[in-house]
């Protein structure tokens, strides 16, 4: 079973699942009936158990490649591991891959019917785009975009589970939100750490492409422009959250993303890209935490 949870980097899905968690939570201004928690809760743990092993089925020919010099970095911890890249380790086998991911990928799209039918399109729309990153992986830098649109599928999941008519302003300052988390904390140091490993291979990844200096001013940027707009997540919810809420964000907008971004960029050591991935990979649940609180004490 390891083995299989670590095709689905169970460590890393289990923290972004918490990010669809603090969207709801912030705008809902509570907790749904615990009916719907309970299946938002299934149907979340699927979908990112599904589409994360989607990604090492889809690039198996290239990880293979990867594994064959790579080794585990220091200060790296959400995702590294021996048996990271499973598959292209032949730890598992191909068929058995396929039926865990058509296994939990079933469960998703009935968990995102029961929850609400226009889910469904959401699940397919991040299947389609997590295809579309694996395979431009040689092609184009821009594909960091696409890694934004993916992660932030599962929040937006959330926010039509309890608000069938989202505003589309709001929504688009979610997606901005969102995505510039992923681009900077995630997708970019994640190309950074692996640099060696996708040089090898022929990828076109912005730390490879425009240099570390070019990388590390990106992430800067992008975190920077994230913390900023939690400032405007407020408007999103029902709650009366207004400055403590906004403190408590930058707070952990500048702990978990500025101060270690703003650290790799003075230094562009691969440890400190590792560092800042792994901080960044808390920021979920550091959000969640903080709304949580909010919600728990009005």
């Given amino acids: ?3 299989f949870l670590a095709l689905s980097r169970s460590t890393h899905g289990v923290l972004d699942m918490a990010m669809p968690g603090f969207v709801a939570l912030l705008w809902l201004g509570g907790f749904p009936g615990w009916q719907v928690l309970g299946l938002c809760l299934f149907t979340g743990l699927a979908g990112y158990t599904a589409i994360y092993a989607l990604n090492d089925l889809l690039g198996v ?5 990867k594994v064959a010099v790579a080794t585990t970095r220091p200060g790296y911890s959400v995702e590294a591991s ?3 890249y499973p598959l292209a380790r032949n730890l598992v086998s191909l068929r ?3 039926a865990w991911f058509g296994f939990w990928y079933a469960l998703t799209l009935v968990g995102a019917w029961l929850l609400n039918p226009r889910l469904v399109l959401v699940v397919l729309a991040a299947t389609v785009l997590e295809a579309l990153y694996c395979k431009l992986l040689k092609v184009t830098w821009w594909r960091t975009l696409v890694s934004g649109l ?3 599928a599962g929040p937006i999941a959330a926010v039509f589970v309890v608000r069938p008519e989202p505003s589309p302003g709001l929504l688009l300052l979610l997606l901005a939100w969102l995505m510039l988390w992923e681009i900077g904390g995630q997708n970019i140091p994640a190309d950074w750490n692996d640099i060696e490993e996708d040089r090898r291979i022929g ?3 912005i730390p490879l492409l425009f240099g570390t200096r070019v990388a590390g001013a990106l992430v800067v940027a992008t975190l920077a422009s994230t913390v900023f707009l939690s400032l405007w997540l407020p408007l999103m919810s029902p709650l009366a959250l207004g400055w403590p809420f906004r403190l408590a964000c930058l707070g952990v907008g500048g702990v978990l993303l500025l101060w270690p971004a703003l650290r790799l960029y003075r230094t562009r050591d691969g440890r400190d890209a ?7 990979s808390l920021y979920p649940l550091a959000q969640l935490a903080v709304v949580l609180g909010f919600v728990l004490v009005p």
Avoid: E, I
């Fill in 274 to 280: 590792a560092r800042l991935f792994d901080r960044a």
């Fill in 150 to 152: 993916v992660k932030s």
């Fill in 203 to 205: 990828a076109r990844t």
């Fill in 96 to 98: 058995g891959a396929l």
């Fill in 82 to 84: 021996p048996m990271r």
């Fill in 1 to 3: 079973m390891k083995r």
């Fill in 61 to 65: 020919n290239d990880d293979k490649a």
